[in-house]
């Protein structure tokens, strides 16, 4: 505890034990790094500074303060779990386990993490960090990407924890993986627990943690058509439930083996708009990879023809002119394709 006091950054959320604030927090940094985060999180923490003010406005405006930052159900369900909150609950962050863990999106992670530092309940925290300190600490074998083997971390951690202060515990032990027991060459001459470690008293630090072979991840091909029409663009709204619900982008859809980019555009313009267009002209290729695969997208600009939106899929659909286009949030390889979009619009 004493190195964690020297040594813990000077991050917003260390500055507070808001219950509320503390929660957004370890939403956020869920499989995403602090120098990611710290931007985002003042910035939703400045829109929506309490649970009224987030539950009080609709997903989009949610959506469009967590724009960039992926993992996109984790913001509707701070967004559904707010509303909760604030409709049953007085509007306060329940204190006790199994009220919070009810909540959507609350996990046994984030139950522990937000109980410990904000109320000071004796739940020990594992999250990749303080896995791979704990497989170092006791020479685990359990690999760390399989699930199925959580509990053995959980067990470790839960041992570990010191009761009196389990806030500043679990703090201590995400730090001490992010800050010094590091994947790659870790910085065991600066760690506080090194006469412990059983890797390093065994030389086997680059062992540990133990992974499972990953399966490779698939690529997709994917074409989509900005459609021009009197000077504004076409944008459709993803379904409110799968892979980014309920974000904004350009109709289009996969491409198949065999299939021509240019072809396949404009099908599937007139399969989930009923629009025809003409004058399709290639604008760039994005290239983004998303938790689950990887996407490679064509992305062209095209003229309406003739037909009235009609459509088959999406949720919503916007005529937009280019310099609103910010207004709505979009998915991440939509933002990608932009700068080179609008170049040409100009």
């Not at 703090?171 to 090194?194: F, I, K, N, W």
């Not at 760039?284 to 997208?297: D, E, G, N």
Request: charged fraction near 25%; hydrophobic fraction near 40%.
């Amino acid at each position: 505890h004493a190195w964690y006091r020297r040594s813990r950054r000077d991050l917003p959320w260390r500055r507070t034990r808001d219950p509320y604030a503390v929660w957004i927090s370890e939403v956020m940094l869920q499989q995403t790094q602090v120098k990611t985060v710290v931007p985002y999180y003042e910035r939703f923490m400045s829109q929506f500074p309490d649970l009224a003010a987030l539950a009080g406005v609709e997903e989009q405006a949610i959506l469009k303060a967590w724009e960039g930052l992926g993992y996109y159900t984790r913001a509707r369900n701070l967004h559904r779990a707010a509303k909760i909150v604030v409709q049953t609950m007085g509007g306060r962050l329940p204190a006790e386990r199994v009220a919070f863990r009810a909540l959507p999106g609350v996990g046994d992670y984030i139950a522990a993490a937000v109980l410990s530092i904000a109320f000071d309940q004796p739940f020990a925290v594992v999250d990749g960090n303080v896995k791979r300190v704990l497989a170092r600490l006791f020479l685990l074998n359990a690999p760390v990407n399989n699930t199925s083997f959580h509990h053995q971390f959980q067990a470790s951690a839960d041992r570990l924890l010191e009761k009196r202060h389990p806030g500043h515990h679990n703090q201590a032990m995400m730090e001490l993986g992010a800050l010094v027991c590091t994947p790659r060459s870790p910085h065991c001459r600066h760690c506080p627990v090194v006469l412990c470690c059983g890797a390093k008293k065994a030389d086997v630090i680059g062992q540990y943690p133990k992974r499972e072979p990953r399966k490779a991840t698939p690529l997709k091909r994917w074409a989509a058509g900005v459609v021009l029409k009197k000077g504004r663009l076409l944008l459709i709204q993803r379904p409110a439930r799968g892979l980014l619900a309920g974000l904004w982008e350009f109709p289009g859809g996969e491409i198949f083996p065999g299939e021509d980019p240019e072809k396949a555009c404009r099908q599937r313009i007139l399969r989930h708009t009923g629009l025809l267009v003409a004058d399709i002209g290639h604008v760039t290729l994005v290239r983004h990879a998303y938790t689950h695969f990887k996407l490679s997208m064509d992305l062209f600009l095209c003229h309406w023809k003739s037909g009235r939106v009609k459509l088959s899929g999406p949720a919503a659909f916007h005529w937009v002119r280019p310099d609103r286009l910010d207004r709505f949030p979009l998915h991440k390889a939509v933002h990608k394709a932009l700068p080179k979009l609008l170049e040409l619009l100009d």
